[in-house]
Each structure stands twice: as structure tokens, then as C-alpha cells.
């Protein structure tokens, strides 16, 4: 099993709300992403990170922002959430290299009202 | 056109049948190959790598045509524990990965 935690499973909040999804994983991985997963689509890649003070953006835009100040430690930020930010955010860690398996955390269900 | 495609399903098998799964990919610099499996509501864990001479774990077997860009899944034997939604995995540079949207598995008894 792999070791990557994510809280809160589940998050409902109004329009307008600060929120942070948190990511932690305990395996040293250096490489971590997030996916955004609405119900029955595929996985699309919004943010990932090669190592501390390192953040990209990925192939989906997203509002949302990320930190990696520690390797273990991955959260992402929504500033002001939005209906149209409901879904499943799914966040990964693999070692390096190229074309390592990733593991995937269990994911936050987010519903914005 | 998705950079990776796959039949959504859903295959509805019974038990011990056979079934497999196809999928193509549109960039042709791709390197590495997965299957994932993801139960619903959770989130996709890896049944395997796929490698250009073919490989099989146990019921499953994975095989790789780099030249028509096509990756299949074959599951022999097939368990109720094995409904799921089987994601086709390609890494798009480094370690990005682009997945494509599933084809779901149902198993009856």
C-alpha cells in the first residue's frame, strides 16, 4: 500500500471560501502531482512538482494553486472556490527518473454550492 | 483527437470469461505504459507496466505494438473482483502522465 494521505476526503463549501486540499506522503518521493477527476472522465494533470521550491503547472488550467516548501508535503490552494471547481482532486507522488509508477492518494471529493 | 483513447464500455462478462481491452495513443515519443485499475470512487492503482516484448502477471496479460500505437489488456478467467474501470496510462515527457478515460469492466456471476 502506498503511504500518501490526503485530507479532507470530503469538502463542502460555499461560493467564495478560501480552501487548501492537503497532500502528505511519508515515502521520500521527490516527484508529486495533482489531478482534477470529474465522475467518469479521465484523469487531467493541473499541477505537479520535481522537488522542494520546484511547482509547474500541467495540461488542464486551473485556478488553483501549490506549494512544496518540504518534499513530503504538497497542499493546493483554491482561493476563492466556485461551483464550477466541484470535483475530485487526486493527488500522486512517484521517485524519479522517467516513467515511474505513481501513487495516488485517495482523493478529496470537493462540492462547491 | 485524446492523446489517449480507449472503448468506454461497459463489457459486461460473466465469470471466467475472457476479455480484453484496447487502446491507442496519438504521440508516438511515448516511452512508458501502464495499466491502471480504479474501483469506483477511489482512486486508480497500477496492475501493470507494459513492455515491448509483452508481459503477463497471473490473469492478466499486457502487450505493446509501438508501430500502430496500441497497447491491450487481456484478463484471463475473469472474477467478480475484477469489475473496475482499467485505465490506459502513457507517459507524455519525463514523468507526466496522460490517462485515458477508462473502459469499465463488469464481471456477473
Known amino acids: 500500500e502506498a503511504d500518501i494521505y490526503q485530507t479532507p476526503r470530503y469538502l463542502v463549501i460555499g461560493t467564495g471560501k478560501k480552501i487548501t486540499l492537503e497532500c502528505s506522503q511519508t515515502?521520500?518521493?521527490?516527484?508529486m502531482y495533482w489531478y482534477q477527476q470529474d465522475p467518469g472522465m479521465e484523469l487531467h494533470l493541473i499541477h505537479y512538482?520535481?522537488?522542494?521550491?520546484?511547482?509547474e503547472k500541467g495540461d488542464l488550467s486551473s485556478e488553483s494553486t501549490v506549494s512544496r516548501i518540504r518534499t513530503e508535503h504538497f497542499p493546493l490552494t483554491l482561493e476563492s472556490a466556485r461551483p464550477s471547481h466541484t470535483s475530485q482532486y487526486l493527488c500522486?507522488?512517484?521517485?524519479?527518473?522517467?516513467?515511474?509508477?505513481?501513487?495516488f492518494g485517495p482523493g478529496t471529493r470537493l462540492l462547491v454550492l | 483527437r485524446k492523446e489517449v483513447e480507449q472503448d468506454p464500455g461497459p463489457f459486461n462478462v460473466p465469470e471466467g470469461a475472457t476479455v480484453a481491452f484496447n487502446c491507442t495513443y496519438s504521440?508516438?515519443?511515448?516511452?512508458?505504459f501502464f495499466w491502471y485499475r480504479q474501483d469506483c470512487r477511489k482512486e486508480p492503482k497500477l496492475l501493470m507496466s507494459?513492455?515491448?516484448s509483452g508481459n503477463e502477471d497471473g490473469r492478466f496479460t499486457a502487450q505493446l505494438n509501438r508501430a500502430s500505437q496500441y497497447i491491450s489488456l487481456l484478463i484471463r478467467d475473469s472474477k467478480l473482483s475484477d469489475s473496475a474501470t482499467y485505465l490506459c496510462?502513457?507517459?507524455?515527457?519525463?514523468?507526466?502522465?496522460?490517462f485515458g478515460a477508462g473502459t469499465i469492466l463488469r464481471v456477473k456471476s
Open positions: 504521440n508516438s515519443a511515448s516511452q512508458s
Open positions: 500522486a507522488s512517484s521517485e524519479g527518473g522517467g516513467g515511474e509508477t505513481q501513487y
Open positions: 515515502m521520500g518521493h521527490d516527484k
Open positions: 496510462v502513457v507517459n507524455k515527457y519525463g514523468n507526466k502522465l496522460v
Open positions: 512538482s520535481y522537488g522542494v521550491n520546484s511547482t
Open positions: 507494459v513492455y515491448s
